[in-house]
T-cell receptor
Framework: EPEVTQTPSHQVTQMGQEVILRCVPI?????FYWYRQILGQKVEFLVSFYNNEISEKSEIFDDQFSVERPDGSNFTLKIRSTKLEDSAMYFC?????????????FGEGSWLTVV | GQNIDQPTEMTATEGAIVQINCTYQ??????LFWYQQHAGEAPTFLSY????GLEEKGRFSSFLSRSKGYSYLLLKELQMKDSASYLCAVSREAAGNKLTFGGGTRVLVKP
């Protein structure tokens, strides 16, 4: 079964450093997302991406964050100048199309620890 | 804004049935999804409801009442491996398929 893959699975970084989290969405999917989950808290939407541009972003997704689709298969989340509170599991997700009938599939997550 | 409520924790016995309720308040409702999440892992899709009624998928069923802003996930013939968090998530029409998640219900299955 096709799946969303993410790298790295775990990254430890020093406060103030930049981090890039990588994702390969399911190949025929057109909509891509990043969500995050701080330990013990709910899954939170960060950003959605379609047709090479951001279609929606949450208030969490400020200037510190950016997304990119550098080629036909990868989708990246860049976090500049990381803060302690950025420590969380970051999930990439993708869906074939919009609408309630189209399931959003999640990757296994990248666990980011900022020290 | 959106409000999604589900119980924090439930305990049930192996072989039994458990029903996890979810209530929501949102505009432009587009669909309700249920995901299973084991600790430290990704949410895994279980079911979705767009129209009122019951959707059955093996041991799992999900029900939706749009007029009441209410859904439930029914887990039958519980197995130990069903111990996990169950996440209710709502999709909105104008929100590009963005999912807003509830806090999750942790289900503990005991022998």
């Amino acid at each position: 079964e096709p799946e969303v893959t993410q790298t790295p699975s775990h990254q430890v970084t020093q406060m103030g450093q930049e981090v890039i989290l990588r994702c390969v969405p399911i190949s025929n999917h057109l909509y891509f997302y990043w969500y995050r989950q701080i330990l013990g808290q709910k899954v939170e939407f960060l950003v959605s991406f379609y047709n090479n541009e951001i279609s929606e972003k949450s208030e969490i997704f400020d200037d510190q964050f950016s997304v990119e689709r550098p080629d036909g298969s990868n989708f990246t989340l860049k976090i500049r100048s990381t803060k302690l509170e950025d420590s969380a599991m970051y999930f990439c997700a993708s869906s074939e199309a919009l609408g309630g009938l189209y399931t959003i599939y999640f990757g296994e997550g990248s666990w980011l620890t900022v020290v | 804004g959106q409000n999604i409520d589900q119980p924090t924790e439930m305990t049930a016995t192996e072989g039994a049935i458990v029903q996890i309720n979810c209530t929501y308040q949102t505009s432009g409702f587009n669909g309700l999804f249920w995901y299973q999440q084991h600790a430290g892992e990704a949410p895994t899709f279980l079911s979705y409801n767009v129209l009122d009624g019951l959707e059955e998928k093996g041991r799992f069923s999900s029900f939706l009442s749009r007029s009441k802003g209410y859904s439930y996930l029914l887990l039958k013939e519980l197995q130990m491996k069903d111990s996990a968090s169950y996440l209710c998530a709502v999709s909105r029409e104008a929100a590009g398929n963005k999912l807003t998640f509830g806090g999750g219900t942790r289900v503990l299955v005991k022998p």
